[in-house]
């Protein structure tokens, strides 16, 4: 069973462009909703989080867009890069550090110069 | 900021081959890593929860015997593969959280198996 799922599988923008994807679960326990970034041949870097008590999370030119109600939050990349081009990754956990994060099957982001 | 380091990150070996995998903390101690598994273009599929001092806690189709950990102190996880084979190619993954709960979870680089 997905815990969190993820749309689209991939998307092409050109730069510039402001891909969105997003994130659904059912879980209300999830307490900690974090994106990771991961390059071909590299482990997931964290890129941004955002817990459930607030709607809104900038840091830079990525944004979390999240909907308690609906149980959905979504990423923004403003002005996207070529260098933006990556794998993007929404995911659920309990709590952060220690706890298992259910992750969504991912994003193909593609952004053409 | 938080560092995970994960080594090897590419190895090629032949079939029956043992491979021991490396996770360490840098500059943080974690009572709890996890490994992961990643096909190609495919999400993260967690295989188990490694902890401190105690038995690794395996997801449902993972086998313990043949995927070892061991987590001997607060800095250090090992996944050993035993007797490898082609199956058993694949992206393997690790990650580690500081114990304080507020701190998120960071991921090594992955190492790239490959078994021929």
Redesign the interface.
């Known amino acids: 069973q997905q815990q969190v799922k993820q749309s689209p599988q991939s998307l092409i923008v050109q730069k510039g462009g402001i891909p969105i994807i997003n994130c659904a679960y059912e879980n209300t326990a999830f307490d900690y909703f974090p994106w990771y970034q991961q390059f071909p041949g590299k482990g997931p870097a964290l890129l941004i989080a955002i817990r459930p008590d607030v709607s809104e999370k900038k840091e830079g030119r990525f944004t979390i867009s999240f909907n308690k109600s609906a149980k959905q939050f979504s990423l923004h990349i403003m002005d996207s890069q070529p260098g933006d081009s990556a794998t993007y990754f929404c995911a659920a956990s309990l709590q952060t550090g220690a706890n298992n994060l259910f992750f969504g099957t991912g994003t193909r982001l593609t952004v053409i110069p | 900021g938080a560092v995970?380091s994960?080594h090897p990150s590419r190895v090629i070996c032949k079939s029956g081959t043992s491979v021991k995998i490396e996770c360490r903390s840098l500059d943080f101690q974690?009572?709890?890593m996890?490994w992961y598994r990643q096909f190609p273009?495919?999400?993260?599929m967690?295989m188990a929860?490694s902890n401190e001092g105690s038995k690794a806690t395996y997801e449902q189709g993972v086998e313990k015997d043949k995927f070892l950990i061991n987590h001997a102190s607060l800095t250090l996880s090992t996944l050993t593969v035993t007797s490898a084979h082609p199956e058993d190619s694949s992206f393997y993954?690790c990650?580690a959280?500081?114990?304080?709960?507020?701190?998120?979870?960071?991921?090594?680089?992955?190492t790239?198996l490959s078994i021929l």
């Not at chain 2, 273009?41 to 993260?44: F, R, T």
């Not at chain 2, 114990?99 to 998120?104: A, E, F, G, I, M």
Request: proline letters at 7%; hydrophobic letters at 25%; glycine letters at 10%.
């Open positions: 995970v994960q974690a009572t709890t996890f273009k495919q999400s993260l967690l929860t993954i990650s959280g500081p114990d304080s709960t507020n701190q998120p979870q960071h991921f090594g680089d992955g790239r």
